[in-house]
């Protein structure tokens, strides 16, 4: 079986830290999750400290950008005002290595539609985890419900349909 790659942005590993699932999405197998060192210096030394474990034992690798991907990722923020560099460090990995990319960011995902890369967000690794039996619906519906309070970019019409299937699912 292939396992695909798959890039994340910093908001996807802040959701995923705060819910507690950084560590069973990770130690999974559904994907190999990567960031670029960019995505990864954005986050709070406190996030880091807790992706640290994950990084050191190869469940989260992070990816450094050498002279060659810097002076792409340059030209990618030059061509595209709207994304940040980090925005165009993880569309620069995705496309190098056909990776999904994993964001919560509108026009990042507008860019990588527009380009033809895969690109999810948090409501599908959910769907995922709770597909593949990772987490129970109560579980995924506490933890979904919690992130919708404090992250109002979720979408929230798709994540009162999961709340919703799962609560039903429940019974």
């Not at 890039?7 to 999974?28: G, H, M, P, Q």
């Not at 919560?104 to 890369?117: E, K, M, P, V």
């Amino acid at each position: 079986m292939i396992v695909r790659i798959v890039i994340t942005d910093a908001n996807i590993l802040i959701d995923l830290i705060k819910s507690e699932l950084a560590v069973i999405l990770f130690r999974s197998g559904l994907f190999r999750f990567k960031t670029t060192d960019f995505i990864f210096e954005e986050l709070y030394e406190v996030q880091k400290l807790h992706l640290q474990p994950l990084v050191e034992s190869g469940f989260l690798i992070i990816l450094e950008s050498g002279q060659h991907e810097l002076h792409e990722i340059f030209k990618l923020k030059q061509n595209n005002k709207g994304l940040s560099f980090e925005d165009c460090s993880a569309f620069y990995f995705a496309s190098k290595f056909d990776a999904i990319l994993l964001t919560g960011d509108a026009r990042l995902r507008r860019h990588c539609t527009h380009n033809q890369i895969e690109v999810h967000g948090l409501i599908y690794l959910f769907d995922l985890i709770v597909d593949k039996n990772l987490i129970s619906y109560t579980e995924a519906c506490s933890k979904l419900s919690y992130l919708s309070k404090i992250n109002p970019r979720l979408p929230h019409n798709e994540v009162e349909v999961r709340l919703k299937k799962w609560n039903i699912s429940n019974f």
